[in-house]
Nanobody, 121 residues
Framework: QVRLAESGGGLVQSGGSLTLSCATS????????MGWYRQAPGKQRELVAS???????NYAKSVEGRFTISRDNAKNTVTLQMNSLKPEDTAVYFC???????????????WGEGTLVTVSS
């Protein structure tokens, strides 16, 4: 059973920084892409950032220049460095990965349970 384990959420003041990390729990063949989504109260889940195995990235316009996503392909981990946080960044952040567990199973999408990020003004 593949699981995505997230860590690093918490409470921070406006302008502060947090780092979120996500790791997979089972042997896999390949992961592409890995990323982070977030869901604020009363809003739909939205993409924050994603990264391919070749290092190419995609960011939501609202976080460009403030957040940085990175991954360790050897360890199958993804990290989101969040700087200059704003109250509107408050949300539950979910790790997301499209995983090829085996050639016979094909690609499957997995989600972490979510970690709460609260930015106070």
């Amino acid at each position: 059973q593949v699981r995505l384990a997230e860590s690093g959420g918490g409470l921070v003041q406006s302008g502060g920084s947090l780092t979120l990390s996500c790791a997979t729990s089972a042997p896999i063949y390949s992961i592409n892409p890995m990323g982070w989504y977030r869901q604020a109260p009363g809003k739909q889940r939205e993409l924050v950032a994603s990264i391919m195995s070749d290092g190419s990235t995609n960011y939501a316009k609202s976080v460009e220049g403030r957040f940085t996503i990175s991954r360790d392909n050897a360890k199958n981990t993804v990290t989101l460095q969040m700087n200059s946080l704003k109250p509107e960044d408050t949300a539950v952040y979910f790790c997301n990965a499209k995983i090829l567990i085996s050639i016979t199973r094909g690609w499957e999408t997995y989600w972490g349970e979510g970690t709460l990020v609260t930015v106070s003004s």
